[in-house]
């Protein structure tokens, strides 16, 4: 089928990094619209990210994952991410940021708060976020106070009486801003105070709890408690860090969010590191919790991306895959192994069909189960990757890519040609997973990205167009443009099998007829040329099975408003194995469709093993 611009998604000149977003009320397309705004279509519409102050970074490609709660979180290794709760007109910057708060807390002689001793006091921010619940900053630097031993009941606190309290957080997002302190003279946990909303920059009232009191209500309510560690050392009461900003892609793997893949921007110190959040805080990801692979291969290659898969999760480098997974503690308990000596071009170049993993790297494409076992796939086609006879251009894989099409149980590859002139894949190197064909499909646009979506029940794959907004593919029997859509068809390498009489050998296709005068047209190869050979008679389609072929030219030609769409041409000739002979057959199917969809049914060549 062709491809069909879809204005109820994106109208916009150019989509990118098409995603996926799964939503209650139903699927929504995640994208980046002209390179400056981060937006979604299809049940929502929302704008996320982009306008005045709120730029995203032009050329950095976007990652995104959903949490377990059904936050979607995106990165670009470039700035700042993004957290939607997939309900709200915008999304939030990633992570909620403490920053330096600078605020004083005195000393109320007289009141029955507590005793004399030394004391910690911090704050920390809230978002109570209607959908995907409460979303803390890290516990801020600590305000120490030390007063001599007194009674009980002889000392309170003053909060921001000279030096107050900060009446937003950094980004502007917090709706709340919580009191913690410890008890006298036990600094490792500390004990919520008081609650107030944003904006209140005073507390004068912390002279009612004293340190028994405070301790009694944690215990009824352990909310109210934060130890700064754990009992593993594990960070606590800090360990709503924000994530990383100069990492380019986010993996959601068990119960915890993984960031990893570097940029230009990404520092010496965290090179090919992994870090990752806390359970089921996707935004909370301290700097101790970070893991540096190890592979021990004598090639230090790049960290470009992983995915989730079955039970594992799947660290891509370029010439390598890692396996990783965890019991409880990643930090501690982490197994990290060497999967395989092939890689990945980049983090979209990857997808998963009934159960096996589809990637592309350097050498070529192949498959992948959920335990690792790897089956290269494009030895028929594996003239398109090596470097001497490619047509590829591999100057520009950073934007190549790889989606699967369940409905029609194909994988594209999708690839630039030298020829092509264009930045971004304009065709597509198509794998069907049931009978191990390849074929080339060529586009009227550059397509930046593609993802599957749920349309009226049905799932759809669409792709972000070069200069047509979001497009959906497999409709209609022609391009945008009206063009009508040129295919071809290349079988793999056949053996010619030797015999020492004059066997009948043919080609025979089966194909719906159609009502038009389409054309479709045959050739053959012989012995791994690259021209096609010419037939040797003048056949016309009255004569010829509704096939017709003229002397010296390759081209056959098959009459599709035949009834039965049955269409055969025969070659016959005696294959002595002895003989310098013809030895090998390549067949080529092409078409040239515009009204009606061409849809071929079978092709089968005799004589062949």
């Given amino acids: 089928g062709g491809l069909v611009v879809d204005a109820s998604h994106s109208v916009a000149a150019r989509t990118e990094d098409l995603y996926n977003c799964q939503h209650p009320l139903g699927d929504s397309l995640v994208f980046r619209s002209d390179n400056t705004t981060l937006k979604t279509a299809g049940r929502l519409s929302k704008t996320l990210k982009g306008g005045v102050g709120d730029e995203i970074e032009e050329d950095a490609p976007w990652s995104f994952a959903k949490a377990r709660n059904g936050d979607l979180i995106g990165v670009n290794g470039k700035q700042r991410g993004i957290r939607w709760n997939v ?9 909620l940021n403490v920053g330096t708060p600078s605020f004083n807390v005195a000393a109320k002689v007289g009141t029955a708060a507590t005793k004399g001793g030394s004391y910690d006091m911090a704050i920390r921010f809230k978002d109570i976020d209607e959908r995907g619940g409460p979303i803390y900053s890290a516990l801020s630097a600590k305000v120490e106070l030390s007063f001599a031993l007194q009674e009980e009941n ?7 009486s000279t030096n107050a309290i900060p009446s937003a957080d950094p980004d502007g ?3 709340h801003v919580e009191l913690w302190r410890t008890a006298a003279d036990a600094p490792g946990v500390f004990y919520l105070i008081h609650t107030m909303t944003i904006g209140t920059t005073t ?4 002279t009612s709890l004293t340190d028994t009191a405070l301790i009694d209500a944690a215990v009824a309510d352990p909310d109210k408690r934060l130890s700064v560690v754990d009992p593993f050392g594990n960070l606590i009461a800090r360990r709503q860090e924000t994530p990383p900003e100069d990492k380019a892609v986010v993996v959601w793997f068990q119960d915890r969010m993984f960031y990893m893949a570097d940029t230009a921007d990404t520092t010496t110190a965290t090179r090919n590191q992994i870090f990752y959040s806390h359970p089921d805080e996707p935004e909370s990801v301290p700097s101790t919790n970070v893991i540096t692979p ?6 230090d290659d790049d960290i470009i991306g992983g995915f989730a898969f079955g039970s594992l999760m799947y660290i891509l480098k370029k010439r390598h895959i890692l396996s990783m997974s965890f019991a409880r503690q990643p930090r501690i308990d982490a197994n990290v192994r060497l999967i395989a000596k092939r890689g990945a071009l980049n983090y979209k170049s990857w997808d998963i069909l009934e159960g096996v993993a589809y990637l592309m790297d350097q050498s070529g494409c192949y498959a992948m189960t959920p335990s690792g076992g790897i089956t290269p796939i494009s030895e028929p086609i594996q003239d398109v990757f090596r470097l001497a006879t490619s ?4 100057s520009k894989t950073i934007d190549w890519f790889v989606k699967a099409d369940p409905r029609h149980e194909i994988v594209r590859f999708h690839v630039n040609y030298t020829t092509d002139g ?16 390849w074929w080339t499909e060529k586009y009227h646009e550059a ?5 599957r979506t749920e349309i009226d029940g049905q799932q759809e794959l669409m792709a972000g167009g070069a200069s047509s907004g979001t497009l959906r593919m497999n409709q209609g029997t022609v391009d945008p443009s009206s063009a009508a859509i040129v295919w071809t068809y290349k079988s793999k390498i056949l053996r010619i099998a030797p015999a020492n009489q004059q066997d009948m050998r043919r080609v025979s296709v089966v194909s719906k007829p159609t009502s038009a005068s389409d054309s479709m047209t045959l050739k053959t190869y012989h012995n791994r040329s690259a021209t096609a050979t010419n037939w040797g008679l003048t056949v016309p389609t009255a004569e010829g099975a509704g096939v017709s072929t003229t002397a010296g030219n390759a081209s056959a030609t098959l009459d599709q408003t035949k009834a039965d769409g049955h269409h055969q041409i025969r070659f016959d000739s005696l294959k002595d194995d002895h003989v310098e002979v013809d030895r090998y057959l390549e067949v080529e199917l092409s078409g040239s469709q515009s009204s009606e969809a061409h849809e071929v049914y079978e092709i089968t060549v005799d004589g062949v093993s």
Avoid: M
């Avoid at 507390?203 to 912390?206: L, Q, W």
């Avoid at 264009?422 to 064909?437: D, S």
């Fill in 447 to 451: 397509l930046t990205s593609a993802a």
């Fill in 391 to 394: 047509p590829l251009d591999f």
């Fill in 154 to 160: 002889n000392l309170g606190f003053n909060w921001g």
């Fill in 203 to 206: 507390y004068t009232s912390d």
């Fill in 422 to 437: 264009v930045n971004y894949p304009k065709r597509a190197l198509c794998y069907h997973i049931r009978n191990n064909a």
């Fill in 294 to 299: 190890q592979e021990n291969t004598g090639d």
């Fill in 173 to 175: 997002r917090a709706t």
């Fill in 87 to 95: 309900y709200d007109d915008s999304a939030d910057k990633l992570g």
